[in-house]
């Protein structure tokens, strides 16, 4: 089993749709990372969390440090949300961004 | 701002040859991260450097190695490719060391045939 699971694998709406990405890890965690990756391969990272909510444009990212357990919500899509989203975290253990990495949700938002 | 930049954007190697991959990072970062995608297998930590220094590595054989020089730009280099190297290989940059955000460049695509 994967320290870090994502769900669902792939995903597509209709443009204006509510969108989740859910993500599952297994190790006690310094931060979470949510991250963006286009066709062409460049990554954004959207979010870093370690703890509660957190809100930039239609895009909002929560996590339950209990529950190791991270969502992360887009409102009202567009076409142009269309990627691959991959959470990854730090384990408490790891030092620097040794990241481990979650296998990503393709997201298809349709016109 | 420049942002992270990666040099060559795409290489064709073949099996055995050696290739060195080059990162720029923000002017400022001093945490320069390698991390290698291959097709199939996601995301995988390779490098860590930080002000110079090698402080990381994930599980990767040492024939995957680098530098990081003194204006914080590295080279990550691999001896002796093999097939299953092709992958893009991301160079990402932070403020500091521990959690802190991530500012990733556009990758070197590398083709082993």
Same mark, same amino acid.
């Given at each position: 089993k994967n320290e870090v699971e994502q769900s669902?694998?792939?995903?597509?709406?209709?443009? %204006?749709?509510?969108? $989740?990405i859910n993500c599952s890890y297994s190790v006690?965690i310094?931060?979470l990372?949510?991250?963006?990756?286009?066709?062409?391969?460049?990554?954004?990272?959207?979010?870093?969390?370690? !703890?509660?909510?957190?809100?930039? %444009?239609?895009?909002?990212? $929560?996590i339950n440090i209990?529950e190791k357990h991270s969502s992360?919500?887009?409102?009202?899509?567009?076409?142009?949300?269309?990627?691959?989203?991959?959470c990854?975290v730090?384990?408490?253990?790891?030092?620097?961004?040794?990241?481990t990495?979650g296998g990503?949700?393709?997201?298809?938002?349709?016109? | 701002?420049?942002?992270?930049?990666?040099?060559?954007?795409?290489?064709?190697?073949?099996?055995?040859?050696?290739? $060195?991959?080059?990162?720029?990072?923000? !002017?400022?970062?001093? !945490?320069?991260?390698?991390?290698?995608?291959?097709?199939?297998?996601?995301?995988?930590?390779?490098?860590?450097?930080?002000?110079?220094?090698?402080?990381?590595?994930?599980?990767?054989?040492?024939?995957?190695?680098?530098?990081?020089?003194?204006?914080?730009?590295?080279?990550?280099?691999?001896?002796?490719?093999?097939?299953?190297?092709?992958?893009?290989?991301?160079?990402?940059?932070?403020?500091?060391?521990?959690?802190?955000?991530?500012?990733?460049? !556009?990758?070197?695509?590398?083709?082993?045939?």
């Amino acid at each position: 089993k994967n320290e870090v699971e994502q769900s669902p694998q792939n995903l597509t709406a209709q443009e %204006g749709e509510f969108i $989740t990405i859910n993500c599952s890890y297994s190790v006690g965690i310094s931060a979470l990372h949510w991250l963006q990756q286009h066709p062409g391969g460049g990554i954004v990272s959207l979010f870093m969390l370690s !703890s509660g909510k957190k809100k930039h %444009g239609r895009l909002i990212a $929560t996590i339950n440090i209990q529950e190791k357990h991270s969502s992360l919500h887009i409102t009202a899509s567009h076409p142009r949300d269309s990627a691959v989203y991959i959470c990854a975290v730090r384990p408490i253990k790891a030092a620097g961004n040794k990241l481990t990495f979650g296998g990503g949700t393709r997201v298809l938002v349709k016109p | 701002e420049a942002g992270v930049t990666q040099s060559p954007t795409h290489l064709i190697k073949t099996r055995g040859q050696q290739v $060195t991959l080059r990162c720029s990072p923000i !002017s400022g970062h001093t !945490s320069v991260y390698w991390y290698q995608q291959a097709l199939g297998l996601g995301l995988q930590f390779l490098l860590w450097y930080d002000e110079g220094e090698e402080r990381n590595r994930g599980n990767f054989p040492p024939r995957f190695s680098g530098r990081q020089f003194p204006n914080y730009s590295s080279e990550l280099n691999v001896n002796a490719l093999e097939l299953e190297d092709s992958a893009l290989y991301l160079c990402a940059s932070s403020l500091e060391t521990g959690n802190e955000k991530l500012f990733f460049g !556009s990758g070197t695509q590398l083709s082993v045939l």
